[in-house]
């Protein structure tokens, strides 16, 4: 059962474009966290959302938090081919830190 | 960065013989992760530690042992690798809240 449903799973693009990936769930978490994943490395994390409503950006990327804790997604501005990547999003919800982790959405950008 | 190791980096192995991943730390955290990462399945938690000696079961943890003797250690051992255990596993440190920082991966074929 997948507790953290993403999307879209695979979205290619032309660079300078504006995309949105979302990552719901029907549980509470007390934080949301976001993670890029480039072939043959493990997973580095961007941002760490903790309240419901927060929004934190990074350059291009925004993040947002959804008001009830269940949701969150990850806008980008002008896409960039250097975005290019596998991006995830992990809901923290049990003790011990455990993350329940969605499937994950690869993303090209085209030059 | 955090300082995770993990080897072997590449390994190819026959059905029914054990196998044992190492992941090595240099950060003093006291939770360790073993994930899975399959195409489709995101990343799915095998088994995580919480301290010297204290271990506990992920969601995919049925034909994998671990051991925690020393904090900078955590190892995953298959018992008796079966092709279904072919996989990309990553170990993983949690800076509590934080997130999880993770290690570069060992890409394991069993034949």
């Known amino acids: 059962t997948q507790l953290l449903e993403q999307s879209p799973q695979f979205l290619s693009i032309q660079e300078g474009e504006n995309l949105t990936v979302y990552c719901n769930s029907s549980?509470?978490?007390?934080?949301l966290q976001w993670y890029r994943q480039e072939p043959g490395e493990g997973p580095v994390l961007l941002v760490t959302?903790?309240?419901g409503g927060e929004v934190k950006k990074l350059k291009r990327l925004t993040f947002q938090f959804g008001d009830a804790r269940k949701d969150s997604s990850l806008h980008i501005t002008a896409a960039q081919p250097g975005d290019t990547g596998l991006y995830l999003c992990?809901?923290?919800?049990?003790?011990?830190?455990?993350?329940?982790w969605g499937a994950g959405t690869k993303l090209i950008i085209k030059p | 960065d955090a300082g995770i190791t993990q080897s072997p980096r590449h390994k190819v192995t026959e059905t029914g013989t054990p196998v044992t991943l190492r992941c090595h730390q240099t950060?003093?955290?006291?939770?360790m992760y073993w994930y899975r990462q399959d195409p489709g399945h995101g990343l799915r938690l095998i088994h995580y530690?919480?301290?010297?000696?204290?271990?506990d079961k992920g969601e995919v943890s049925d034909g994998y042992s671990v051991s925690r003797s020393k904090t900078e250690d955590f190892l995953l051992t298959l018992e008796s690798a079966t092709s279904s255990q072919t996989s990309v596993y990553f170990c993983?440190?949690?800076f509590g809240q934080g997130g999880q920082f993770f290690g570069p991966g060992t890409r394991l074929t069993v034949l």
């Open positions: 530690s919480y301290g010297v000696k204290d271990t």
């Open positions: 950060e003093n955290h006291r939770y």
């Open positions: 993983a440190i949690s």
């Open positions: 549980s509470v978490f007390s934080s």
């Open positions: 959302v903790v309240t």
């Open positions: 992990a809901g923290e919800r049990d003790s011990n830190y455990q993350l329940i």
